[in-house]
C-alpha cells in the first residue's frame, strides 16, 4: 500500500481536506495531527495541502492484516488490543516527532505490554464530517453526555460503525473504508460510563495553543487502517 496517490486520498477523507503528494510540502505531520483533532478550528482554511509521503509515512513498519482473522490476546499500555484484522495498516513516521519513546513500546510482533507504553484506540472523522469533532458530545443512551473533547474507542468495529469515512477512489474507482489508530495517554484519558468510548477533555474556552498541547501529550496517531469496501 505504497501508491502515492491512493495514500493521499485517504488523508483527503480524514481530514476532510484535499491532500496531495508535492516536493514541496506546506503540512507536516504534527499539522495534521493537529488539524484532524481540531478541524473544527480549520474549516475556513485552504483547501489544498501538499505532504511529502516519504517524509510522512515508514513503510518498514507498515503492516497487512487483511487475510488474517485471528490471534492470541493482546495487550498494549496494560488495556487489551484488538488488532485490525481485515485491514491494511500504514505506518505514520512518529520515532523522530515526540521527545519520548516509551508510549510507543518496541517494534516487532508482541502480545505483552512495555513499561511506559500507551493503550491503543481508533479514530476516524464523524459521520458529519471533519468539522465539529473536538466540539461535539457523544449521547450514550437518554441525555447522557460525557463532556467536550476527543472522543476514540479501543473497539474496532465501534471505531468502523461511529468514525469511519469511506472514500471512492478516483484513481482506480473502488471504494475504501479509513480509520486513524492512535496511541492514548492513560494519564489524560478518561474511560465513559460506557468502557468502549474515551475521552481526552479539552475544556471549554481552551486556547487553540493550549488544544494543540493537550492533544500532543494525550493522543498521537500511528498508523492509518484502509479496507476496501465491497
Known amino acids: 500500500m505504497q501508491d502515492k496517490e491512493l495514500v493521499c486520498e485517504a488523508l483527503s477523507a480524514l481530514l ?27 474549516s475556513d482554511v485552504e483547501e489544498e495541502f501538499f ?20 490471534s492470541p490476546g493482546c ?13 491494511y495498516r ?9 521527545p519520548d519513546r516509551n508510549w510507543l513500546g518496541p517494534n516487532g510482533w508482541r502480545s505483552e505490554s512495555a513499561p511506559g507504553e500507551w493503550p491503543v484506540s481508533f479514530h476516524g472523522t464523524s459521520k458529519d464530517g471533519a468539522r465539529g469533532i473536538i466540539s461535539c458530545h457523544y449521547e450514550a443512551g437518554k ?19 461511529y468514525y469511519s469515512t469511506i472514500f471512492k477512489s478516483k484513481k482506480n474507482g473502488k471504494s475504501y473504508k479509513v480509520v486513524m489508530q492512535n496511541r492514548i495517554n492513560p494519564k489524560e484519558r478518561e474511560k465513559c460510563k460506557r468502557d468502549e468510548f474515551w475521552l481526552v477533555r479539552v475544556p471549554e474556552n481552551t ?20 479496507q476496501e469496501v465491497e
Open 16 to 42: 476532510g481536506k484535499c491532500i496531495k503528494h508535492g516536493i514541496n510540502p506546506n503540512m507536516s505531520l504534527l499539522d495534521f495531527h493537529h488539524r484532524f483533532f481540531l478541524a473544527h478550528h480549520y
Open 51 to 70: 505532504i511529502d509521503v516519504e517524509e510522512f509515512f515508514d513503510h518498514r513498519f507498515d503492516y497487512d492484516y487483511t487475510n488474517m482473522t485471528t
Open 75 to 87: 495487550m498494549r499500555g496494560d488495556e487489551p488490543y484488538q488488532r485490525p484484522f481485515g485491514w
Open 90 to 98: 500504514m505506518a505514520v513516521k512518529v520515532l523522530d516527532k515526540y
Open 143 to 161: 441525555r447522557q453526555l460525557y463532556g467536550r473533547g476527543i472522543y476514540s474507542t479501543p473497539v474496532l468495529r465501534i471505531a468502523t460503525d
Open 207 to 226: 486556547s487553540k495553543e493550549e488544544e494543540k498541547r493537550i492533544v500532543e501529550r494525550s493522543i498521537r496517531p500511528y498508523g492509518i487502517l484502509i
